[in-house]
C-alpha cells in the first residue's frame, strides 16, 4: 500500500517551502521538488485552499507557509490531497455494505480501529520534526 503520487508531491512541496524558509515562485518550487510545473500548481492551489499555503500575485509574488512548520503534519496534507482518510471504503458515509448486518460489522470496527491509528500517527508527524 502507497500514499498517492499526489500526497507523495504534497509532501516534497511543503517539505521545500519548510527548508527555504522563504517565498517562492512555483517554477522554482517545481524545479526544487521534481515535480512538474503543471502538478506543482494544482497541487499548491489545494494547499492554499486548505490555508497551508499562501499565495502572493505580482512580481514579488509566490508562496509560503501560511502556518508555521510545527502546526502542519503529514495527516493535513494527505488529507488535504486526498480527502478524508479512511483505511477501508467500506468506512464512506455512502458505502452499502454487503455483508448483510446491521451496525458496524466486524470488518468495518476492525478497519475503523487501523484508520484511528494511521491518523494519529499521520498527526504526530509535523514538518518542524521532519525538518531535522
Sequence with gaps: MHITLES????????CLVRE???????????KT??????????????????????????????????????ISLYDIIETVEGTYHFSRCLDSDYECSCGKSGMCCYQRAFSNIT?????????????????
Design 34 to 71: 521534481c515535480v512538474s510545473l503543471r502538478f506543482s500548481l494544482k497541487i499548491l492551489r489545494k494547499l492554499v485552499a486548505a490555508d497551508l499555503v499562501k499565495s502572493f500575485k505580482g512580481t514579488q509574488g509566490g508562496y509560503e507557509l501560511a502556518k508555521t512548520p510545527s502546526e
Design 116 to 132: 484511528d491509528i494511521v491518523k494519529t500517527e499521520l498527526k504526530k508527524y509535523t514538518f518542524d520534526k521532519l525538518s531535522d
Design 21 to 31: 524558509n522563504k517565498r517562492l515562485d512555483a517554477k522554482t518550487i517545481s524545479e
Design 8 to 15: 507523495d508531491y504534497a509532501v516534497r512541496i511543503v517539505s
